[in-house]
């Protein structure tokens, strides 16, 4: 069974267009996140949310928004795209309050 | 922000022992260190956990010295198959994803 699963696991699109990503994981987890990563593979977290709080990197921009219909899931909306968001996205889970994270597959993102 | 730094790469023989060294000079009190594991076109996998000393698993071990302000994570014998890129992750995961900080990566590659 997989543990934290994303789809799609490519996604090509057009600038300017808004797209979706979804997460779900069945650990039993309270704490879903989403990271980029970029080309030069530097990991970085956009968001960490669970069921009473959302955290919010301060770098990112607010044309992408998590949304957690329970606390299974956790999507990423991205709105007007731009070619400067193609990055591989990755969702994680964790037991709120432990450090172990566990990673989905990733969605590769393309925007042309 | 406890920034972290790693070296870019390394290069091993298979049988020998790595160890990869993250700097974290500004890791606060509350902060744990967390080594994950990246192989292409997959998500980051858990390796050990730490917050001093010396913490030991089936796979790997973590050296933190007194002042907490690097640590190192070691391979015992590694294989081919460990070729992969090493990540040091501190912070504190009670108080918010965007405390987590991960270090830029090792790309470790073993040859035979």
């Known amino acids: 069974d997989t543990a934290v699963s994303q789809t799609p696991k490519y996604l090509v699109t057009q600038m300017g267009n808004d797209k979706s990503i979804k997460c779900e994981q069945n650990l039993g987890h309270d704490t879903m996140y989403w990271y980029k990563q970029d080309s030069k593979k530097f990991l970085k977290i956009m968001f960490s949310?669970?069921?009473?709080?959302?955290?919010i990197n301060e770098t990112v921009p607010n044309r992408f928004s998590p949304k957690s219909p329970d606390k299974a899931h956790l999507n990423l909306h991205i709105n007007s795209l731009e070619l400067g968001d193609s990055a591989v996205y990755f969702c994680?889970?964790?037991?709120?309050?432990?450090?172990?994270?566990?990673f989905g597959p990733g969605t590769r993102l393309t925007v042309l | 922000l406890a920034k972290t730094t790693q070296p870019i790469s390394m290069d091993s023989y298979e049988g020998q022992e790595v160890n990869i060294t993250c700097s974290h000079n500004n890791i606060a009190t509350n902060d744990y260190i967390t080594w994950y594991q990246q192989f292409p076109s997959q998500g980051p996998r858990f390796i050990i956990q730490?917050?001093?000393t010396k913490v030991t698993n089936e796979v790997a071990s973590l050296f933190i010295p007194a002042d907490r302000k690097s640590s190192t994570l070691s391979l015992p014998r590694v294989s081919l198959s460990d070729t992969a890129v090493y990540y040091c992750?501190?912070?504190?995961?009670?108080?918010?994803?965007?405390?987590?900080?991960f270090g830029t990566g090792t790309q470790l590659k073993v040859e035979l």
């Open positions: 992750l501190v912070g504190d995961m009670g108080g918010g994803g965007n405390k987590l900080t």
């Open positions: 994680a889970s964790s037991q709120f309050q432990t450090d172990t994270q566990y």
């Open positions: 730490g917050y001093k």
């Open positions: 949310y669970n069921n009473k709080e959302l955290i």
